[in-house]
């Protein structure tokens, strides 16, 4: 388990004591560098206000330090926090072009039909892993996503314009009421 509200340590080992590290975070950067697949299930949405807060600072050190070919799969009740996450992964993608190495790395993001669920890969070549279909799309402007996907990008921006005007108009959520067993 990891505090995706705090930062992930750049390097092992650390010493945490003092800092605004979380040292659960501390414990999860091995299994990071090490997974071939990265599930993040219900837990964005809920954290939003802190994830903004940090810039989201776990995800940006987590697409760091995980290997290439990596599969990252995040899963949302609403997709509203997807061009938040977007605009990070292509300021990644913007970071590694400009670094001075023999290969270049690249997340390639891509949604499943309904939004709630985004796919993203992290390659060291842009062409790893791509079906040609999906690469013919991807080759018109970046390898970032496909057409299809950035419209879908733009969806999420409007749903994200839809919550906020509904939480800058009052709305409040609701306290869950205790739900009470009838007896016939």
């Excluded at 996450?85 to 390639?108: G, I, K, V």
């Excluded at 070549?125 to 402007?141: G, K, P, R, Y």
């Excluded at 390898?143 to 005007?165: P, S, Y």
């Excluded at 009052?170 to 067993?181: D, F, K, L, S, V």
Aim: net charge negative; aromatic share 8%; charged share 15%.
């Amino acid at each position: 388990k990891c505090d995706i509200t705090k930062p992930l340590p750049q390097t092992l080992p650390l010493d945490v004591n003092g800092s605004t590290m979380s040292s659960t975070n501390a414990a999860c950067l091995s299994q990071i560098q090490q997974a071939n697949l990265i599930i993040c299930q219900y837990c964005v949405a809920e954290n939003a206000k802190l994830l903004l807060q940090s810039d989201y600072v776990f995800f940006e050190h987590m697409m760091q330090q995980a290997a290439d070919g990596t599969l990252f799969v995040f899963t949302e009740t609403t997709p509203r926090l997807w061009p938040d996450f977007c605009d990070l992964f292509q300021r990644y993608n913007n970071s590694c072009d400009q670094e001075t190495t023999a290969t270049s790395c690249s997340l390639q993001v891509s949604f499943n039909q309904n939004g709630k669920q985004m796919f993203v890969i992290k390659s060291s070549s842009c062409t790893t892993n791509i079906n040609q279909h999906v690469a013919d799309d991807l080759a018109a402007e970046s390898l970032f996503m496909t057409l299809q996907d950035a419209a879908m990008v733009e969806r999420f921006v409007d749903i994200a314009g839809c919550h906020q005007r509904k939480i800058q108009s009052g709305w409040t959520r609701q306290t869950q009421t205790r739900r009470r067993a009838r007896l016939h």
